[in-house]
């Protein structure tokens, strides 16, 4: 039997104490030696053997035990390797249990309580990308739910509906309101999920359904600066999706994660999550998926700096989004956000991560020619218009040119008047302070004056 070794909680635990394989066996000796027991052999081969299934004997898993501060006795209870998760920090343990309908509800439940966010911390690398594997291997909910009252399809309908207008409103208000609003209705839908009665069809879109509600309850707070509670709702979103067995929402719950992990620092991280979200996108018969997919992917290889893997990627996703069709035929209405012109953004800014400013400029002047042909409706989308308004004008200033730049940022300011987002406001500031450098220039003192 093969093992899939990112999965194993060994792993978790080496990347979470970055310990390499000589190190932690050098440790181990070491907890050996204070028991009183026969010292083992630090060979590192020997961790590689335990990640694809050999059990470490009773002495050596007890030394490792006595190192993570686990209790003997629970090594015992719980076995090899399932103990090993009482090494992890609590944050990651949560992603390890079991992928099951009955883990999904009680996930999905605890997100409905009160979330200490000064306290929480993201997840280790390695464990969202065991998370991910352990995803693609879930088993889906097969079972009806017989207590509380019937509710049928007109029920999972209204509240398809719901979420709809929801992404909308996202667009339209920003994610500070909607992020309340997207936890309202995960807590209804885990209600329903836990209360009434349905077939096996219903549960699974009501499993759908509240994996897209988590889903944007954890962009939103993504954007809104808090990346540990978005990656606790992406966790249960991907957990909702297992159970639904719905490729649309595991994939654009994985894409979205991947995002928040390349732009914190875990380029790797986001492209095993891609990676996953690619073989969901293809089961979703959608073009236009494997286009927001491929440049997402893009975006990953850009940050790790891997330029070669990011234009091939690029190449990829105008390859799938020339197959897309017209938004109305779209397979997957929710993608209605994913155009030419988004294309084109997220390539600008793959240029500027590794370093090519006029090849990112020629990509944000490249949008609003592709807007015009696809009859983009540029102010129904104002939070992502004055992101991309404010690194073009970043580009300019990186160009040297000033009053290019100032003569953009001030767009900036109209779009971004009536938008919650931390994100944009974050960035804008970034933009303020790169201009402020350059004060002598009267438009930039008056543009500093308007934003101050």
Same mark, same amino acid.
């Given at each position: ?79 090899w390797p399932r103990w090993l998760r009482l090494a992890l920090p609590d944050d990651d343990e949560d992603l390890l249990e079991a992928w099951t309908a009955q883990t999904a509800v009680s996930a999905l439940t605890r997100l409905g309580g009160p979330m200490k966010r000064r306290t929480l911390i993201t997840y280790t690398p390695a464990a969202v990308t065991a998370a991910a594997a352990l995803y693609s291997t879930a088993i889906p909910a097969d079972a009806t739910h017989s207590r509380g009252r019937r509710i049928g399809p007109a029920t999972a309908d209204h509240i398809d509906e719901r979420l709809a207008a929801l992404r909308r409103l996202d667009d339209e208000l920003?994610?500070?309101? #909607? ?18 009665? +349905? ?34 709702? +992406?966790?249960?979103?991907?957990? %909702?999706?297992?159970?639904? &067995? &719905? ?14 992990? +390349? ?54 996703? !105008? ?15 929710? !993608? ?7 294309? +084109? ?7 500027? &991560? ?32 004055? !992101?991309? !308004? ?14 290019? %730049? ?5 767009? #900036? ?11 944009? &406001? ?27």
């Amino acid at each position: 039997m093969r093992h899939n070794t990112q999965a194993h909680p060994l792993n978790a635990v080496l990347q979470s104490g970055h310990w390499n394989a000589r190190r932690y066996l050098t440790a181990v000796a070491e907890a050996q030696r204070a028991l009183g027991m026969s010292v083992s052999a630090i060979r590192p081969e020997k961790v590689s053997r335990w990640l694809a299934g050999a059990t470490p004997d009773t002495d050596t898993q007890l030394a490792m035990a006595h190192m993570h501060g686990v209790p003997a006795a629970r090594v015992q209870d719980l076995g090899w390797p399932r103990w090993l998760r009482l090494a992890l920090p609590d944050d990651d343990e949560d992603l390890l249990e079991a992928w099951t309908a009955q883990t999904a509800v009680s996930a999905l439940t605890r997100l409905g309580g009160p979330m200490k966010r000064r306290t929480l911390i993201t997840y280790t690398p390695a464990a969202v990308t065991a998370a991910a594997a352990l995803y693609s291997t879930a088993i889906p909910a097969d079972a009806t739910h017989s207590r509380g009252r019937r509710i049928g399809p007109a029920t999972a309908d209204h509240i398809d509906e719901r979420l709809a207008a929801l992404r909308r409103l996202d667009d339209e208000l920003g994610s500070g309101p #909607v992020h309340e609003m997207a936890r309202a209705d995960l807590a209804l839908i885990t209600h329903t999920l836990d209360n009434a009665s +349905y077939d096996e069809t219903v549960a699974r879109r009501l499993f759908a359904a509240a994996g897209e509600a988590a889903r944007i309850a954890g962009w939103t707070a993504f954007d809104n600066g808090n990346s540990a509670v978005a990656e606790r709702f +992406y966790a249960g979103a991907l957990r %909702a999706a297992a159970a639904g &067995d &719905d490729p649309v929402t595991g994939a654009t719950t994985l894409s979205f994660w991947a995002m928040q992990r +390349y732009s914190e620092h875990d380029p790797q991280g986001g492209v095993h999550l891609i990676d996953e979200a690619l073989r969901q996108g293809d089961r979703t018969g959608s073009a236009r998926m494997r286009a927001m997919l491929h440049a997402r992917a893009s975006r990953a290889h850009a940050k790790a700096g891997n330029a070669r893997a990011c234009a091939h990627a690029e190449t990829a996703a !105008l390859t799938a989004y020339a197959k897309a069709p017209h938004p109305a035929e779209e397979p997957v209405p929710g !993608l209605y956000w994913v155009d030419l012109g988004e294309l +084109y953004s997220w390539f600008a800014s793959n240029a500027t &991560d590794l370093n090519l400013p006029r090849q990112a400029l020629h990509h944000y002047l490249a949008i609003p020619q592709a807007h015009r042909r696809e009859h983009h409706d540029t102010p129904a989308y104002p939070r992502g218009t004055a !992101l991309r !308004l404010t690194r073009t004008a970043a580009t300019h200033l990186t160009l040297g040119d000033v009053d290019a %730049a100032v003569a953009v940022a001030t767009d #900036v300011v109209t779009h971004l008047a009536d938008v919650a987002s931390a994100r944009s &406001d974050s960035t804008l500031d970034s933009l303020r302070r790169d201009l402020a450098k350059h004060d002598q220039v009267p438009a930039v003192r008056d543009f500093l004056a308007l934003t101050g």
